[in-house]
């Protein structure tokens, strides 16, 4: 019986992997740099940690399943609620802020389409408690610098304020209700459904101006200045607005300025409240965006205060599709990687000594215990991305030597057993 990978997951290969870990590794060094520390969420949660916020309707978009013991249970399919969860559980008396990042796989239930697989991977971060206003520009200079870092090109930064659009409906004192069913219907660009819920709701044209007024604000720091008369009046949202300003001045003394402020951006998720911003690389079509956060507060969820908090998530498969895209290369890696050769089957173990001493110095080194012949065992370094070879001989052994080809120099040295570590890592 022959078996394929469920539907929309996949296989990564050699190559694959050197990719997806060297953008990985590259991820975590830049947040690690700025003080994050690593935590590990379960990959499944109870039902509920994802249906109080969402509702029931989320279930037709999750796997979820009954154990042995009849809990209902549920892959998780993004990870903020597990997050805050394991703040629940775990740090509510830590010192703040928390900052703390996290890698692993999310599931959703969902038409498997170009960019969109059930089986996927987010790299995220998320800093609670602080203070706010430069966490928030924090982490979005980050997210340029891991971008940046890996030579991601064509991508915008797009930032915005959900204070500034919710101080105006508060004023109008539209339900809540209401009130995510127009930040959704922004957030979807559908400003047909928009226009149709702010009839139902006795919205004058005036109104609608204001609202229509943000929405439409997109460009430069600067632009934010064209909204403060139409502001009149809406205390909460000229209160968000120089919120906003604040922080994008924070994010200009970092040294970054090639942001877009786009007030149209809503997330469609309702437990966002200040800070919202997502990431294009337009080069990726329909499926452009490539992170998206803001500041929330989950905390709520639970019997436990309420702390600001501020996070994103990378979608870690659009990173890698733009890395394929704009035919980006992982940087070359000097790192030694030997493989020992034994001209014949009579040096196979003086081959297993030389090997197991280069691994006791961290030297990643593999063996030919088949006798191949020299050329294909070059053949075999050159494809699985070994620099170095060894060769043991007669004359190697009977002389305590060995030597060593650099397969991207092509020379070759014949050195003693005692030389051969430091020969290798270049320090001869």
Known sequence: MEFSKPRGTRDFLFNDMD??????????????????????????????????????G?????????????????????????????????????????KMYYFGSCFRYERPQAGRFRQFWQFGLEVIGGEPVYNEAEIIVMA????STLKIRNYEIAIGHLGIIKGVLNKLEIPSQT???????????????????????????DEKDVINSIINVYGDHSQLETLRDKLTGYSESLEALDELNNILSVIETFGYENYNVK?????GLDYYTGLVFEIYVSDLGAQKQITGGGSYNLMG?????????????????????AFHIQNLEVEKDDTPRVLVVPVKKDFKSDAIKIA?????????????????????????????????????????????????KDLDSRQQVTVSVDEMITTIRGKQ
């Open 19 to 56: 990719e997806r870990k060297y953008v990985e590794n590259t991820i975590r060094r830049i947040v690690e740099n700025y003080g994050f520390k690593e935590i590990k969420t379960p990959i499944f949660e109870d039902l509920e940690l994802f249906t109080t916020r969402s509702g029931e």
């Open 58 to 98: 989320i279930k037709e978009e999750l796997y979820h399943f009954k154990d042995k013991g009849n809990r209902d249970l549920a892959l998780r399919p993004e990870m903020t609620a597990s997050v805050a969860r394991l703040y629940n559980n775990n740090l509510q008396r830590e010192a703040k802020p928390l």
């Open 144 to 147: 340029n610098e891991v971008l």
């Open 179 to 205: 009130q995510t069913q127009i930040i959704a219907s922004i957030d979807k660009e559908d400003y047909e459904l928009l226009d149709q819920l702010l009839d139902n709701e006795g919205v004058s044209s």
């Open 263 to 267: 007030l149209s951006i809503a997330r």
């Open 301 to 321: 969820l639970f019997d436990s205060e309420e702390v600001e908090s501020t996070g994103f998530a990378f979608g870690f498969d659009r990173i890698m599709e």
């Open 356 to 404: 197991q001493l280069l691994r006791q110095d961290n030297i990643v080194t593999d063996i030919d215990l088949k006798a191949k012949k020299l050329k294909k065992n070059l053949s075999y370094a050159d494809s699985h991305n070994f620099n170095k070879v060894i060769m043991i001989g007669s004359q190697e052994v009977e002389d305590n030597t060995v030597t060593i």
